[in-house]
Each structure stands twice: as C-alpha cells, then as structure tokens.
C-alpha cells in the first residue's frame, strides 16, 4: 500500500487461513477500503478497530503515510474532471480541514502529480489546461461564434 500497489497480500494461499481471524480481519478491511479509495470507510476501520490496527508497532509506524496516500488518490480522483476547484470542497471529500487539504496540494504541485496554482485568497485550486485540450475548447469557442453569427443572419433575414 506504501508503494500505491494494487496487489492484496491477502490474497496468497499462505495468508487466506488467517482472513477469518479478528485482528487480521481489521488489517484486510483496511486493505479493501485502501484499493477502493474509500477514505471514510478507511477512517471508519481505523475508528472501529484502532486497537488491533494501531497495537502493531510496525503498521503504527507507517500509518500517517498510508493516510497520505488514500488522501492523495481521493484529491487526484476528485479534482480530475475539474478545472477549477474549491479547497473547502476538497476537505469536504477527505474529512480534513482546509490547511491539510492545502499542505497536500502544495506537495502534490511541487512533485508534479498536479499542473495548477493555489488561489490562498479566493481558497480556490486552479487546474492547467492541457495544450491539446485548449486547442479543441478554442475550436469549439470558435464554431459556436460562428453558428451565433449564421443564426443572427437567418433572423435579420426573416425578420425583413
């Protein structure tokens, strides 16, 4: 999962004995939310089974980055159809507040996983148009103006 790897390691014969069992059945819970990129069911099993989860040293130890990167796949997911996004919107999506959503931003601009720019004053996330995408927004612009201009045309043209 630290490796945002889709392979389950509990699907390998040597590890299906031990699905049933109480504390490995939070840890597969954890897992299945994970893949699915359901934050709020993945806080909900931390939650639930903080016990038999957190009582690990080893997955204690690395449980801040796994939030990292379910919050990441969600904001990636999220703002994806978007270019233009509110933060509030987002820290709506990751049930965190707006200066987490903020700080993840800014990690995921600098690494280049997102083309934008933070608006800090209007909390607004705007996203880059990518070049192919511009050009065929422009033609588009560009035919719509054009059937305005033909549809002024037919009206003056009846209207006389």
């Not at 490995?24 to 069911?41: F, N, P, T």
């Not at 720019?117 to 192919?132: A, S």
């Amino acid at each position: 999962m630290l490796m945002e790897s889709r392979v389950d390691p509990f699907d390998s014969q040597e590890a299906r004995p031990y699905k049933s069992d109480p504390e490995v059945s939070a840890m597969v819970s954890l897992v299945e939310a994970y893949q699915a990129g359901a934050i709020r069911d993945f806080e909900r099993i931390l939650r639930t089974h903080r016990a038999a989860v957190m009582g690990d040293a080893f997955i204690s130890q690395y449980m801040q980055d796994l939030l990292a990167n379910i919050r990441t796949q969600v904001v990636l997911k999220a703002i994806q159809p978007y270019s233009r996004v509110r933060i509030p919107f987002i820290a709506h999506q990751l049930n965190v507040p707006a200066a987490d959503v903020e700080q993840l931003l800014i990690s995921l601009i600098l690494d280049g996983r997102v083309q934008g720019r933070i608006d800090q004053v209007n909390q607004l996330l705007e996203l880059e148009v990518p070049l192919e995408q511009a050009a065929k927004y422009s033609a588009l612009d560009k035919w719509a103006q054009q059937v305005q201009s033909l549809h002024s045309l037919v009206v003056a043209k009846l209207a006389v």
